[in-house]
């Protein structure tokens, strides 16, 4: 199985700054990446995939980068809404063993 | 709209059964693979189950291998988890989703609790 690992598990922003969060893979996993974002009580939300590739209607100050095992989602600009937990997930594995990180929050400083 | 929405949760006993339904809308779910993703309370997301989008490819985590099983109805536009032999770690919100091996499509969950 491969393993995410996300880091930090916690990230403390000011409105308007940006947000870097991290996510390592045990093994490669070439560019087949995503990235969501879960708010309390709602289903997660794809941001990213294919590593760096933004799903229809998020904005721009969302951006991914990274490939093999080295991935980094950035948040631009942080607006009130952007605060939320964010997981990142590997679908290079075939059969399909889908799997995610145990995810960052990003938080309000 | 395009949606998919979950339903068959709630409370059951260790070792009873349960069988989750996602009815999709908005597009051709035949067209679709699909997957269910679980997400116990607190915790992070587990891929549960794949179903290719004519039935004919599945598989499993090794969580719920030989426990759960997938199906869908093409003509009714549903997709299905029976869960039997359920155990304490099986609670979770179940959610079914569009899979491109990422999932851009999610319903809004369905609450399993296993408990006595």
């Known amino acids: 199985e491969i393993v995410m690992t996300q880091s930090p598990a916690t990230l403390s922003v000011s409105p308007g700054k940006r947000a870097t969060l991290s996510c390592r893979a045990s093994?490669?996993?070439?560019?087949?990446l995503a990235w969501y974002q879960q708010k309390p009580g709602q289903a997660p939300r794809l941001l990213i995939y294919?590593?760096?590739t933004r799903a229809t209607g998020i904005p721009a100050r969302f951006s991914g980068s990274g490939s093999g095992t080295e991935f980094t989602l950035t948040i631009n600009s942080l607006q009130s809404e952007d605060f939320a937990v964010y997981y990142c997930?590997?679908?290079?594995?075939?059969?399909?063993?889908?799997?995610f990180g145990q995810g960052t929050k990003v938080e309000i400083k | 709209q395009v949606q998919l929405v979950e339903s068959g949760g709630g409370l059951v006993k260790p070792g009873g059964s349960l069988r989750l339904s996602c009815l999709a809308s908005?597009?051709?779910?035949?067209?679709?693979?699909m997957s269910w993703i679980r997400q116990a309370p607190g915790k992070g997301l587990e891929w549960v189950s794949y179903?290719?989008?004519?039935?004919?490819?599945?598989y499993y985590a090794d969580s719920v291998k030989g426990r759960f099983t997938i199906s869908r109805d093409n003509a009714n536009n549903s997709l299905h988890l029976q869960m039997n032999s359920l155990r304490a770690e099986d609670t979770a919100v179940y959610y079914c989703?569009?899979?491109?091996?990422?999932?851009?499509?999610w319903g809004r969950g369905t609450l399993v609790a296993v408990s006595s």
């Open positions: 093994q490669s996993v070439s560019s087949s």
């Open positions: 997930q590997q679908y290079n594995a075939w059969p399909p063993s889908w799997t």
């Open positions: 989703a569009r899979d491109y091996g990422y999932f851009e499509l």
């Open positions: 179903i290719s989008s004519g039935g004919s490819t599945i």
């Open positions: 908005g597009f051709t779910f035949g067209d679709f693979f």
């Open positions: 294919g590593a760096s």
